[in-house]
């Protein structure tokens, strides 16, 4: 992937504006087809993309656990990474929460760094809401045979407003049926820390989750958070059920050639390909 040290902000103009991928944590170590994905959505939307080689978490497991010094050191290297972009892009809508709304409190408005915070903020987006809202993207080329159900991972509808611009763009892949799920905007259980905290009421919080997901008849489940996905993928295949998991990014670019979150490699066959 390119990277870059850029330092000062520039203006879009006429020109592609140079956006920078927050990669995320779970994407890197987890699923990096989601990174992948983005940079083509991006790219395709008019983009020039980079992915700072400086990035690392964005401090939220630090954050959530109380750890106000180790988060703000954080932050502090975030925003020293990704200066200089006309916009930052995260394909989760809770580590760009995390950048959007509580950086700038956690390095104090009122300081050189917290200044510098709330800019990056203001130009950080939610993949999804950023081709929709920001670049103007009205429909995809890709083909997806099947049917999915969505679900509305907590930080990204609460924290940035992400719900209609995931299902907006769905509705543009040729072949695709969307069921929606009864409860999409409730918490499927994963919360970061709340899982190991409270897993009894995690575990009953997915498990409501993926028996409303089996009842939809869907045979794929979509997120746009890697958290949620893997908390649900997980359930799912422990509790006997077919239903394949993957990110929204994964079927809007047409990236089906991996197998779905948690699917065996045995059982994977790449028949669901973008379109020509």
């Not at 993309?49 to 109380?66: K, L």
């Not at 695709?176 to 709340?194: D, I, Q, R, S, Y």
């Amino acid at each position: 992937m390119p990277s870059s040290t850029a330092s000062e902000p520039t203006g879009t103009g006429a020109r592609r504006p140079r956006v920078a991928l927050f990669v995320t944590c779970l994407v890197d170590l987890f699923r990096p087809s989601v990174g992948l994905a983005a940079i083509k959505l991006l790219e395709d939307a008019g983009c020039r993309v980079e992915v700072p080689d400086a990035q690392t978490c964005c401090g939220q497991p630090a954050f959530n656990s109380g750890d106000r010094r180790d988060a703000r050191d954080i932050a502090a290297r975030v925003v020293d990474a990704f200066g200089g972009y006309d916009y930052v892009v995260v394909p989760s809508g809770s580590c760009g929460g995390m950048i959007h709304e509580h950086y700038p409190a956690l390095l104090g408005d009122d300081t050189e760094l917290g200044r510098r915070a709330r800019a990056l903020a203001e130009r950080t987006h939610e993949l999804v809401s950023f081709l929709v809202d920001v670049m103007g993207v009205d429909a995809v080329s890709a083909r997806y045979d099947g049917s999915v159900t969505y679900h509305d991972s907590c930080s990204g509808l609460r924290e940035l407003g992400v719900k209609a611009q995931p299902r907006k763009l769905l509705g543009t892949v040729e072949g695709l049926a969307l069921a929606e799920l009864p409860g999409a905007e409730v918490c499927c259980g994963f919360g970061g820390t709340f899982c190991i905290k409270y897993p009894e009421i995690s575990e009953r919080m997915v498990s409501d989750k993926a028996r409303d997901i089996v009842n939809t008849g869907a045979d794929t489940l979509l997120a746009g958070d890697m958290g949620c996905l893997l908390n649900m993928a997980g359930k799912l295949r422990r509790a006997g059920h077919k239903v394949r998991v993957r990110h929204v990014a994964e079927v809007l670019a047409g990236d089906l050639d991996t197998p779905a979150i948690g699917e065996p490699a045995a059982e994977f066959a790449p028949a669901r390909r973008k379109q020509e």
